[in-house]
């Protein structure tokens, strides 16, 4: 009876992989599902590192969501430390490769590429030297966690100062070490944030202590075996350990000529996220998404993205013709009891399309004066000069406002101005909400 089962074979088993996956099994529909990996583990959350430093989780093995023997019992197939080497699109079939060296061909009926994607690294002397680490691998994770618990290890490089590398800055001050953020951006997170917003995170990591280095590329490790110092373009630093935060890259070397790619070397899909070939999906970090702000294809590096374009393949193959909104790059992070949000354009990008923009800014208390547990926010908004559809916004408080970021990504999606939230019917109550609240109040302003 399993043989006349569609078979859906998953090369990639993290986020994107695993969000087709339970779709699949939860699905009436019964397919025959092998997911392939090359890695050894399943599921694990990278992001999760800054938290598990600074205790919000309690062990490494919070940072897995998903059981790998509840899997197997799942599916039909789960190979782990199995590399896909080749895909052969008229036979449809992949050749595979074991952790012993053993080849093997997988069939499918359908195949969907997950194969995420690899931080840049930095390609200069001394990048062999050991103490020098990435965050991808949780081989890497475990002997970064090693380090920050030796007490001759005082002073480490963050390489990055992007989300990631900001919020990894802070939990390794925590850690009670000398950290060194380094960047060679003239601000902060310059590609999701303008300057005001970029002077405040600049701002908090000084005041916590962090040597914020901006303008400045690492061109050499110097060390015997082991860093022992860091050469920028203008400096040199005594460091006794580097973390890069650099940046990914799509995995995507799968399909050589056969599956089209975007300038960056992600797979290209349509909005099912379906290839130029037949019967092959390319789901998450590793493939294009539609973007809204951007009017084109480009690459959501985030969770939420894997997740949702693995709901969409696995509707195709129901039958379905649930196809993507589109993307737009919302992100966030939290530093020292500061959360940032940003998404959709920002001046930079505006810049850049020469699309022209125009923003409003508030800054204000969320609650009433009078309310005793209160906190302020710094919003601003973007949106078009001609048709003021909302094109972005940025903001930062203590309060958790990430619905607030769902909002802005649904107005953005759906293409409403800036004037239909004029009137906008929300809640007012004391203890949530001044009676005009900070939006209104911003949108309000835009003329």
């Excluded at 002397?125 to 002997?143: A, R, T, Y």
């Excluded at 203590?398 to 809640?427: A, C, H, N, R, W």
Aim: net charge neutral; aromatic share 10%; with cysteine.
């Amino acid at each position: 009876m399993e043989g006349t089962l569609k078979k859906i074979v998953i090369v990639g088993s993290n986020h994107a992989g695993l969000s087709l996956t339970k779709c699949l099994l939860e699905s009436e529909t019964k397919y025959e599902i092998i997911l392939i990996d090359k890695k050894s583990v399943v599921s694990y959350l990278g992001c999760g590192l800054s938290l598990l430093l600074k205790k919000e989780v309690s062990d490494m093995s919070s940072l897995f969501y998903v059981d790998m023997q509840q899997l197997k019992s799942k599916v039909s197939n789960l190979y782990m430390e199995t590399e896909v080497l080749d895909i052969d699109t008229v036979e449809k079939k992949v050749l595979c490769k074991d952790k012993y060296d053993n080849l093997f061909y997988q069939n499918y009926d359908k195949l969907v590429l997950a194969t995420g994607s690899s931080q840049f690294t930095l390609d200069i002397p001394g990048n062999e030297l050991v103490q020098n680490f990435m965050l991808k691998d949780i081989s890497d994770v475990s002997k970064i966690i090693k380090n920050l618990n030796d007490p001759a290890v005082k002073s480490i490089a963050v390489v990055g100062a992007g989300y990631i590398g900001v919020e990894l800055a802070e939990a390794i001050s925590r850690c009670g070490k000398n950290v060194y953020l380094f960047d060679a951006a003239n601000r902060m997170l310059s590609m999701h944030y303008d300057e005001p917003f970029s002077n405040i995170i600049e701002q908090i990591l000084i005041e916590n202590n962090i040597k914020v280095c901006l303008r400045e590329t690492p061109i050499q490790y110097l060390g015997d075996r082991r860093i022992e110092k860091i050469v920028t373009n203008l400096k040199e630093y005594k460091i006794d350990m580097v973390v890069q935060a650099i940046g990914f890259t799509p995995n995507s070397k799968l399909g050589n000529k056969k599956l089209l790619r975007h300038l960056n070397g992600a797979y290209l899909t349509d909005e099912y996220q379906q290839t130029n070939v037949k019967d092959i999906y390319a789901i998450g970090d590793c493939a294009t998404t539609f973007s809204t702000v951007l009017n084109r294809s480009d690459v959501d590096f985030s969770v939420s993205n894997a997740l949702r374009t693995g709901y969409i393949v696995s509707q195709h193959l129901e039958g379905q013709s649930c196809n993507s909104q589109g993307t737009q790059f919302a992100n966030g992070f939290s530093i020292f009891g500061y959360n940032f949000y940003s998404i959709g354009l920002n001046s930079k990008w505006a810049n850049l399309m020469d699309t022209t923009l125009k923003f409003v800014d508030v800054e204000e208390n969320i609650r009433p004066d009078f309310i005793k547990n209160n906190n302020s926010i710094r919003l601003r908004i973007f949106y078009h000069g001609k048709s003021r559809k909302i094109m972005g916004a940025q903001f930062v408080s203590k309060e958790e406002l990430s619905s607030l970021l769902m909002l802005f990504s649904l107005t953005i999606q759906e293409g409403i101005t800036v004037d239909k939230l004029k009137t906008l019917d929300y809640l007012f109550y004391p203890m949530f909400s001044k009676p005009y609240n900070f939006l209104i109040n911003a949108v309000k302003k835009a003329k």
